[in-house]
């Protein structure tokens, strides 16, 4: 069995920060991807940022420059750290993992609102 856990969810003000950690767990094996997504109401869930097994981190567009992500002391940990928030950084946020197996899960989601 596979658990995804995040944690993080908060209220900021808008230019405010807020970090997110998403834990895998389990039967997970070896973690070919882990990252977030998010998704705004009437909008579809996109892509955030991820890190691959090698250690290449990918980010939306929307997100450069401002937010980063490192892994935690271990490959199935990882910290989103969101800084200058913006009113349309107000999401879902859910972790995503992509197993070696070609498994992959979800988090339950965590809900980040930036206020203006």
């Known amino acids: 069995q596979v658990q995804v856990v995040e944690s993080g969810v908060g209220l900021v003000q808008s230019g405010g920060s807020l970090r997110l950690c998403c834990t895998a767990s389990g039967n997970i094996g070896d973690i070919v991807v882990i990252g977030w997504y998010r998704q705004a109401p009437g909008k579809q869930r996109e892509l955030v940022a991820n890190?691959?097994?090698?250690?290449?981190?990918n980010f939306a567009d929307s997100v450069k420059g401002r937010f980063t992500l490192a892994r935690g002391n271990a490959e199935n940990r990882v910290h989103l750290q969101m800084n200058s928030l913006k009113s349309e950084d107000t999401a879902v946020y859910y972790c995503?993992?992509?197993?070696?197996?070609?498994?992959?899960?979800w988090g339950q989601g965590t809900q980040v609102t930036v206020s203006s």
């Open positions: 995503y993992v992509h197993l070696l197996d070609s498994r992959e899960y």
């Open positions: 890190v691959t097994r090698p250690g290449n981190l």
